[in-house]
């Protein structure tokens, strides 16, 4: 099934908010324009720039009314920008997603085909109710497809939600516990969100798992690699069994993922890809949070890419631990931010080097002749402690509680270092750095620096006895699981 979404900043959403909601109680009615991001299962449209009318181009007189100029010079502008057109009004009185009146649909359908003629991209309706909550809809062929939600992404993220598409599903028996932390409504907004885990290893299937006890809905696990008998050291849940058959980690993810889940209807999907393959990036773009979990510079580039780009909040985190040369800890440093509109992103906080990411493109950080003649060490194998995992998959989850529920009415902090030898915790004074190219292609969607490639992970096969065990394994979780 696909499906449709719009996403905008916070800042864009503070901006139609000023105007739409207005002191005497009015409606109100503006413009704006919007780029696509493509994702395997649903496309987004991404608002760009918020397009108020100027004298003379609109008409408020209880309803909104806008003047066929108003939509050519959007249009025309849309058109040069390679962008389309959102007509946006607004219902005062109106609570939740809001349906359209017949008057609202014959005010958008008027404009829609002219729209589509001159920016050859479909118009998008949407709708702002009184208490700030969004409906949108994709007019195709003469007709309204209504999108299954609306994101406002800044240092919190905000849902919308079509209750007809993705119904509201809590289990208040053994979910009590976490609904009296937040609240019904906000918990039966935030178990809607669509979550992708991308690197299922040590940190990863610690953050799947909690996920999928705190309720989520739906959850996504992508990584491209197999579980060895040296993973289980940090791996917890990953049995020996796993390590000989050489089990996906995306399938240990997803075992273990049911089993925590307290929903009671529980999607988890496994993408055994790459995040920097086309498919895996087209995957990635169907959800509304990242965890990135990954140990490597290329994925991390990616994943930052499109925080910004496709306006999905993508939360990093990773553990560096230096030891003696003679053995022995010298210390540990943990950290974690989010990277989101309205904050630095990986590469501004020196999380992502981009000529390590050009060395890992190139296939040199995995050629033994390359690092020892580099004089470096390799980026697999450094060390790693499971009790020390713990901590960082924990400082994830906090990001994302404080994105989606945000206590005391603040949104994700600055990103934070914690030094283990004195225990003391940083928030790091970064800022964007001039010139960003990251941060300057905010909402471009499908126009975002492409660094997908084609790559070994795309060889991967599963053999018979592998997929037969996998499909064995399932059945006895699905038989022990139906008791619960």
């Known amino acids: 099934m696909h499906t449709h979404s719009v996403a905008m900043t916070a800042t864009d959403h503070q901006d139609l908010t000023r105007h739409l909601l207005r002191p005497d109680g009015q409606e109100d009615i503006c413009l704006a324009t919007y780029s696509v991001s493509t994702g395997a299962h649903r496309t987004s449209r991404l608002i760009t720039s918020v397009e108020l009318p100027r004298a003379g181009e609109r008409e408020v007189h209880g309803n909104a009314s806008i003047t066929g100029g108003y939509v050519l010079r959007v249009a025309a502008q849309a058109t040069r920008r390679g962008s389309g057109v959102v007509m946006l009004h607004s219902h005062p009185g109106g609570r939740g997603w809001q349906r359209m009146s017949t008057q609202d649909a014959d005010a958008e359908s008027s404009y829609a085909d002219l729209v589509q003629q001159l920016t050859g991209m479909p118009l998008v309706g949407m709708t702002l109710a009184g208490n700030e909550s969004w409906s949108a809809r994709v007019w195709t062929e003469g007709r309204a497809e209504w999108a299954a939600s609306v994101r406002r992404v800044g240092r919190t993220l905000v849902t919308s939600w079509n209750d007809e598409l993705i119904p509201s599903i809590a289990d208040t028996t053994t ?29 990863g299937l610690d953050v799947v798992q909690r996920l999928a006890a705190t309720g989520i809905l739906e959850i996504g696990v992508m990584d491209f690699d197999r579980i060895e008998t040296l993973n289980r050291d940090r791996m917890i849940g990953a049995t020996r069994r796993d390590a000989r058959l050489r089990r996906p980690k995306v399938d240990v993810a997803a075992r273990l993922a049911r089993q925590a889940s307290t929903a009671k209807t529980f999607t988890v999907t496994r993408h055994h890809d790459s995040v920097c393959s086309p498919t895996g990036l087209a995957d990635a773009l169907d959800y509304d949070v990242i965890f990135s979990c990954v140990d490597r510079p290329w994925p991390r580039a990616v994943l930052n890419t499109v925080a910004y780009a496709d306006l999905i909040p993508v939360i990093d985190g990773g553990i560096a631990i230096d030891v003696f040369e003679s053995g022995g800890m010298r210390g540990a440093t943990r950290r974690a931010q989010t990277a989101t509109p309205e904050m630095p992103c990986l590469a501004c906080t020196g999380q992502v080097d981009m000529t390590e990411v050009a060395l890992e493109m190139s296939g040199d950080l995995d050629d033994p002749e390359y690092i020892r003649r580099a004089g470096r060490d390799s980026v697999s194998g450094r060390p790693n402690v499971a009790a020390l995992c713990a901590a960082v998959s924990g400082s994830q989850l906090e990001q994302f509680v404080s994105l989606v529920a945000h206590p005391a009415g603040l949104g994700v902090p600055s990103a934070l270092r914690f030094s283990l030898a004195l225990h003391h915790l940083e928030h790091l004074p970064h800022q964007t750095q001039p010139y960003c190219p990251t941060e300057s292609q905010i ?42």
């Open 175 to 203: 979910q009590a516990r976490t609904i009296s932390a937040w609240g019904e409504a906000l918990h039966r907004d935030i178990t809607r969100l669509r979550v992708l885990v991308v690197g299922v290893g040590s940190v």
């Open 443 to 484: 909402a471009v969607g499908d126009a975002r620096t492409d660094l997908r490639r084609d790559g070994s992970w795309q060889h991967f096969r599963r053999g018979l006895r592998g997929r037969f065990n996998e499909v064995v394994d399932y059945w006895l979780e699905a038989i022990a699981n139906s008791g619960r």
